[in-house]
């Protein structure tokens, strides 16, 4: 017994071979894939020792084995996931890709088991997350042969229920993106187009809010505020990850994921059911996903698309009336502009949609219209030029009622529409917005008798409530 736990060691060998003779010999030990302290030492040894000597030898079937034990699994997923890093250079690691990547596909399965054990599922998909990073130049180049490995990855992010690890998976998709880009690689493209197809369908998907257990809509995240704000964050992590797949299967197939999920819910809620009762919406979380997805492909999209957005475009004005379906609505419209000032016949319509909103009791719907009208100003400024007085009385109804912020956005897009005038015009238009501003602020410097209520009127309207007009016109 004390032989075997002592192994001889010629001196005279180099030190990585050393090492890889100690783990293995100790590998034959019948406990050895319980033990995380061989596979963390395997792992601290990996820059040492070359890897082929690893996955050649017993010490692999250890190392795999571990992620069977509960002990041993998160040093056996750091040790798997150290060896995809030590295998990057493709070319040079061929042989030792050849022998890892049927082992690693004898772990898909592995992730239907997992779902339910959170950290144990986190773990199997870096496993697979780091491999297709390791090798995604391989899986441009030979897309059928590593087929599995995406798919796994797929696999990973739509099993995902509880947002906690499909963020694991973003990194590989924008790498693996950056090469089907290209034209060299355009037959890898037409091979994973499906996969990425489907990754939009998974992304709209986790896009939804949830269904709050107390069942009151105002309480989403049941007063949970920094899950709230997490998954706000997580949602326009989705967002880059829908832009990388419009980069890859352009975004006339994307635009039309989220316009059939509309037009389904549309078609379902408001042909066989009320869409409305009492002021709910039914289902609108499977309407706003899509809106947000919309709205998160915006910057792809070019200005002269006309297949998809025109429907897109007549039918959103005619969404039911619901906060989230409204905001996400409003935004969406903000996000076009730049297509909508090539398309003037939508104008009136979404100018409609967008200047109501300034009447919604939600504050979050009123910030959206503010940032939406300064986007039309700016993008569609030229077309909205004869309609300065309609403009000036709109401003001076909603001003007074805004918050600073949101009045700073529709004053800027005045701004706009100000500069866009002809010349001789500008002046006119300019004094039409400025001299009743500048009749309120001397009723309020009449009326301020003490330095507190000076200060405070300096203050509030100084130099930043004109610095739009002047920077613009």
Known sequence: MSNMLNPRVKKSQPIASQMIYVLTYYSFLATAATEPVLTSCLTSWLREVPVIQVVNSPLMDIVINALSSEDSFDEAVECLCSIFRETRDVDECQDVIEILYPRLLYLQPKIAEAVEDSETFKGYTRLFAEAGEAWVVLIARLPVEFRGLVQAISECAARDKEHEVISLTFNFWYELKNYLVLEKYIEARIQLADVYANLVDIMIQHLH???????????????????????????????????????????????????????????????????????IVANWQSLEAPLFSLRAMGRMVPPDENEVLPQIMTLLVQLPEHQKVRFAATLVLGRYTEWTANHPEFLESQLNYITSGFQHGSKEVMQAAAMA???????????????????????????????????????????????????????????????????????RANTATDDKSKNALAGEHSYGTFSPWIEQS
């Open 209 to 279: 809010y949830p269904v709050p257990e107390s069942g009151n809509e105002d309480e989403l995240f049941d007063g949970d505020k920094e899950q709230e704000e997490r998954f706000r964050e997580f949602r326009h992590a989705m967002g880059d990850v829908l832009k990388d797949c419009c980069e890859v299967l352009g975004s006339r197939d994307c635009l039309a994921k989220a316009f059939n999920l509309i037009q389904s819910w549309m078609q379902r809620y408001t042909t066989s059911t009320p869409t409305s009762q009492g002021g």
């Open 373 to 443: 009208l300064r986007f039309f100003c700016q993008d569609c400024g030229k077309l909205l030029v004869g309609h300065i007085t309609q403009l000036h009385t709109f401003y001076e109804h909603v001003s007074k009622d805004l918050p600073w912020a949101s009045l700073d956005e529709v004053t800027d897009g005045v701004a706009h529409i100000v500069a866009a005038q002809p010349v001789d015009n500008i002046y006119e238009s300019l004094k039409l917005f400025c001299l009743p501003i500048t009749k309120r602020l001397m009723e």
